[in-house]
């Protein structure tokens, strides 16, 4: 008998009707739940607070209603809960802030919000007592042994207290040694504590200025001033020094001159190997405050959709639902940080996809929905899983991280945070082509965004992992309107009050496009064999690399 060739045609259209269909998002849903996780009720969503609980909630009964699988802590018997713990140190200012700098004769008195945002102490102290404490100005704080540059040259800092500049040395040229307009990772505030905690200062604050830092003193304030929060250490003097904040650059300046420096100077000359560590002759700091400590135990959300032939291999979907919760209010008496754009769009969203693939044809692989807490105080709930997984992250296919989605029309375009060198880029790009959608770069590659979702927890293990971001092209208003819109949030609602819901400004459609496209990208990694690198030269690749053999 003779075999028969079906026509091209027909050989399509049998693929296009075994195809799963492309869900429809549901719009009037996701601005229902950015609603209520963003409503007054919910308290700006801190860890460990009645807003999260309210949270946990929230997301565990619409996850529930969905018909997803709880996938967090195992419990005895051997079932899973919705939740996983995580536990962490809790501190909190308690009392006034004395800061003052002595420069001969001449004292500077600074407040705490206004000159100086400084954190409460993570370094297990109940008082900071910082006396006649020298002062030393670092440059960036850098020491990168494969870029053949140090800012510290020996510089004992013991006792004394570190000036550090924001970013790296390659902002201001957008060229040299650190890789250009692209933050690195040693231009992070993160970095430079850690840094300082390596070398036994006695305290760090970092200098900033609202170009090179990506966001105003507002920001700085909001963020720093309140509770904060660290995973549970051992020994947490490794980590921190008594004293972590931020300073106002024209603070910083006058300080410097104070000493007979310049400040422009100074940065100049720290944008370059040559640079030696600068000490304030003369200039001396106080700074006293006390601190209250707790352990606290907040919670990641855990859903799953086990696959039906690959139950082993996940691809794995975050979204951080926390926030900055209750601090200061503003000059309008607004108290509560709710979050709606960040990151309770990206939650909504992130829902609304997860009920996508209830629906749909179960997937070969697994799919996982985690949705991670203590983002906004260093990613430490995506730090804490990725540490403690609850699925190998040897066999973790990939990790798709939606954070801060705009509220506006759909995008002919998109980005993703940093742009990392990734097979997983390229098919992504692929799947936005068939949606009609490109990629455009990273449009503020110096703020350093790749170091600061939550999939960086997962990439700097080698998972390969990128950060969703909304395209600037906007269909409605084009590159103008959306650039406008990012201008505007990140000067007056980003880390402030009134990232709040308007109903009379809010739309979905633009969330709606953009969870379509991470649907596609999860729904093709779910249903292949297709296991995404880090290309040739990523710092990721070789720790992917040592794991290889579990994946085969």
């Known amino acids: 008998m003779k075999s028969r060739i079906l026509p091209a045609a027909l050989v399509a259209a049998l693929v296009m009707a075994c195809a799963p269909r492309a869900p429809q998002f549901d719009q009037a849903r996701i601005t229902g739940d950015v609603r209520v996780l963003s409503g007054d009720d919910f308290e700006g969503r801190a860890p460990a607070s009645a807003g999260e609980a309210r949270t946990v909630d929230y997301l565990v009964s619409q996850l529930t209603a969905a018909g997803l699988e709880p996938g967090g802590d195992l419990q005895p018997g051997g079932s899973r809960a919705w939740t996983q713990d995580v536990p962490l140190a809790r501190s909190e200012i308690d009392g006034p802030v004395r800061v003052q700098a002595t420069a001969g004769r001449e004292g500077l008195q600074w407040s705490q919000g206004n000159e100086v945002a400084i954190r409460a102490a993570q370094n297990g102290d109940a008082e900071v007592n910082l006396a006649r404490a020298p002062v030393v100005f670092v440059g960036y704080g850098v020491n990168a042994p494969e870029r053949n540059w140090d800012d510290f040259r020996n510089e004992d800092l013991k006792g004394k207290i570190a000036l550090i500049l924001v970013n790296d ?33 006695a305290g760090a604050l970092v200098i900033h200025e609202t170009a090179p830092a990506a966001y105003g003193w507002e920001t700085v304030k909001n963020s720093n001033t309140g509770p904060v929060f660290d995973v549970q250490r051992d020994d947490p003097r490794a980590a921190h020094v008594p004293l972590e904040g931020w300073i106002q650059r024209d ?36 700074v006293s405050f006390s601190v209250k400590r707790e352990q606290v135990v907040s919670k990641n959300i855990m859903a799953v959709l086990p696959g039906a032939k690959h139950a082993g291999e996940w691809v794995m979907y975050t979204a951080h639902w926390d926030h900055l919760g209750k601090r200061e209010p503003d000059a309008e008496g607004d108290a509560i940080f ?6 309770a769009a990206g939650v909504a969203q992130l829902l609304e996809i997860a009920r996508a693939f209830q629906k749909a044809p179960r997937t070969e692989r697994s799919l996982g929905f985690l949705f991670v807490g203590a983002e906004e105080q260093g990613l430490l709930g995506s730090e804490y899983y990725a540490t403690h997984p609850l699925y190998p992250l040897e066999t973790t296919v990939a990790n798709l991280n939606t954070d801060s989605p705009r509220p ?36 503020r590659p110096e703020a350093g965004l790749f170091f600061r979702s939550d999939h960086f927890s ?17 269909k409605e208003g084009g590159v103008e309107a959306g650039k406008a819109w990012s201008e505007a949030y990140n000067k007056d609602r980003y880390h402030q009050p009134n990232d709040e819901f308007d109903a009379k400004t809010w739309r979905s459609d633009g969330i709606a496009a953009d969870a379509a496209l991470l649907y596609a990208l999860g729904r093709r990694l779910a249903d292949s064999r297709e296991w995404p690198e880090w290309k040739g030269g990523s710092e990721f690749k070789a720790i992917r690399e040592v794991s290889k053999a579990q994946r085969n």
């Open 169 to 201: 040395p390659d902002f201001e040229t957008g060229s040299g040694d650190f890789g250009g307009k692209a933050m690195t990772y040693y231009g992070r505030w993160t970095y430079k504590y850690e840094e300082m905690a390596r070398r036994g200062a």
């Open 251 to 286: 603070a910083a300046a006058l300080l410097l001159q104070k000493a007979g420096l310049k400040f422009d100077e100074l940065k100049a000359q720290a944008r370059t190997r040559e640079f030696r560590p600068v000490t304030l002759q003369g200039v001396t700091m106080d």
């Open 338 to 343: 709710n979050g709606a754009v960040d990151n």
């Open 408 to 443: 506006t029309s759909p995008a002919h375009d998109f980005m993703t945070s940093g742009d990392a060198p990734l097979t997983l880029m390229d098919s992504l790009i692929e799947e936005a082509g068939k949606l009609k959608r490109r990629h455009s770069p990273d449009s």
């Open 458 to 474: 997962f990439a700097k293990r080698g998972v390969p992992a990128i950060s969703f971001k909304s395209g600037d092209n906007l």
